[in-house]
């Protein structure tokens, strides 16, 4: 890299041989890079199809590439992302480059307790795998996934995985513990709305909540989880952190 020492106003550079040496060494790994990224463009389709479980898998494995490549993240980006001038990469490149970069950023971030809170209304198809009905994301299993990628490696960082059924007719929660014990999925927990309105919790039946949860619905079951959430017990010097998102795949956890 180029080296610039100030001293009483004056700038100097390092000798001509040796800039030329690191100048043209950034040269060659900057265009080494753009070549292997180029290559995989090249391989991926043009846009990101939520219900293969194959290319959210491809998502993770380039990102680990990214990493284990040393590259700076920020020169990915910029021949990835796009410009005014240059198209930006392919859907599942560019969901790989923010998945690396998300994994940077969480190295730099202390002990930490994370618990992600979904509500599943309607979502019988998308638990499914592509093989059982054409929308099926198998959410669940991706979902962790992606958490544990994310979280691997990181000591004192741990992850939970907080799904709320509110009033689905479909039999979402059935489901979705069905699927949890036969893939042996970790750090799960599954709620039921309706269990607020059993429990005759105040702030719930203070503000309509229904046998049926017609009146709630992901307004409720946010609300529950983050109970829920509030109420579980951590070591104290540990910050817990939540959120809430879809339950589709349009929200990469890998990028939390």
């Not at 618990?115 to 299993?141: P, V």
């Not at 958490?147 to 799904?163: H, P, Q, R």
Request: glycine share 6%; hydrophobic share 40%; with cysteine.
């Amino acid at each position: 890299p180029l080296v610039f020492r100030v001293a009483a106003g004056s700038v100097r550079r390092r000798p001509p041989a040796v800039f030329s040496i690191h100048l043209f060494g950034a040269m060659a790994e900057m265009s080494a890079l753009k070549k292997r990224l180029d290559e995989v463009a090249a391989t991926l389709p043009v846009s990101r199809d939520l219900t293969s479980n194959e290319e959210t898998a491809t998502v993770l494995k380039l990102a680990t590439e990214i990493l284990e490549s040393g590259a700076d993240i920020e020169e990915v980006k910029k021949l990835t992302y796009g410009s005014e001038t240059e198209k930006p990469a392919p859907p599942v490149l560019i969901s790989a480059v923010g998945a690396a970069e998300s994994k940077l950023l969480l190295k730099k971030c202390g002990p930490h307790h994370l618990s992600c809170i979904f509500a599943m209304y309607g979502e019988q198809n998308r638990l499914r795998t592509k093989a059982e009905h054409e929308n099926g994301q198998d959410l669940m299993t991706n979902k962790v996934k992606q958490l544990e990628w994310l979280f691997e490696g990181e000591e004192g960082k741990t992850w939970e995985i907080v799904a709320v059924d509110d009033g689905c007719p479909s039999n979402s929660k059935e489901l979705a513990q069905s699927i949890i014990e036969k893939n042996g999925l970790k750090n799960i927990t599954i709620l039921d709305l309706k269990d607020a309105w059993k429990e005759k919790i105040p702030f719930f039946m203070e503000r309509g909540l229904d046998e049926a949860c017609k009146k709630s619905r992901k307004g409720g079951a946010i609300l529950y989880g983050l109970q829920h959430c509030a109420a579980t017990k951590t070591p104290e010097s540990t910050p817990k952190l939540v959120m809430y998102t879809d339950s589709d795949l349009s929200t990469d956890m890998a990028l939390c």
